[in-house]
């Protein structure tokens, strides 16, 4: 799309919403992919907004879908060096996602009838809390990073799949910046349980800061994920037929 269609569509976006024209759910889903095709950053604060403005999280089937695309484009759009002010509107995200929808595993939802409406409380899956802690530490919120890994890593069996790697990764990090051995050998410890792919160099990484204090069990759990073979990666060739 070019630039100034793109333009066109978004100027008419905040002439008609939400005043004139509330969108449904396959529409709000169509601007969020076109924002993404565009790589406009700048509106995501604006397209939280309208979600939760349109009731867009209260319903079941559309509150993980919505969370999920906003967090996979805020991850994917926010690599490098985030200005000062963006990180304040997304830290900002980061605290209302939470606020909007408690992070709870699909196990742990129940539907309760209140006044006669159905509550649905979202399902969280795994993936979504690692996007979620790694765009809070990409927003100098570690605080609200840790509170995130502490709700999952308890009760990581009960959620669907596994954080990225990366995420993890970039908590044990910003736990090693701020010589917390602590925090940082509890995150290790769940990438090794969760046989994440990362644990060998967040290990190298707590192991290579010779400043940092360890104890034996500590020392023994970086051993142990350090000497462990990588799995060879297997390759399955589909079958084919000539005739």
């Known amino acids: 799309m070019e630039l100034e269609t793109f333009d066109k569509v978004v100027a008419l976006w905040e002439q008609l919403v939400p ?3 509330s969108p449904n759910r396959f529409t709000m889903k169509n601007f969020i992919d076109l924002v993404d095709r565009c790589g406009a950053v700048q509106l995501i604060p604006r397209l939280w907004s309208d979600v939760v403005s349109f009731d867009g999280l209260s319903r079941a089937t559309d509150g993980p879908m919505m969370v999920d695309r906003l967090l996979a484009i805020m991850i994917k759009h926010t690599e490098g060096d985030l200005a000062d002010e963006w990180k304040s509107k997304f830290a900002e995200i980061v605290v209302g996602v939470q606020t909007r929808c408690p992070l709870v595993a699909e196990e742990q939802n129940d539907r309760r009838e209140s006044r006669g409406r159905a ?8 993936p979504m809390l690692g996007n979620l802690l790694l765009i809070a530490l990409r927003c100098n919120g570690f605080d609200e990073a840790w509170k995130i890994f502490e709700v999952f890593s308890p009760k990581r069996a009960s959620f669907v ?10 908590l044990v990090a910003a736990c090693v910046d701020r010589e917390d051995v ?3 050998t509890s995150v290790l410890e769940a990438m090794d ?10 290990a190298q990484l707590l192991r290579g800061r010779a400043d940092l204090a360890l104890q034996e069990g500590q020392r023994a759990l970086i051993d142990r994920i350090l000497a462990r073979k990588d799995k060879p990666v297997k390759i399955r060739i589909a079958e084919t037929s000539l005739y």
């Open 19 to 21: 005043n004139t024209y």
């Open 119 to 126: 509550l649905n409380r979202m399902e969280w899956t795994a």
């Open 161 to 170: 799949g596994s954080p990225s790697g990366r995420s993890l990764a970039a």
């Open 182 to 184: 602590g925090k940082a």
């Open 193 to 202: 349980d969760l046989a994440v792919e990362e644990a060998k160099s967040s």
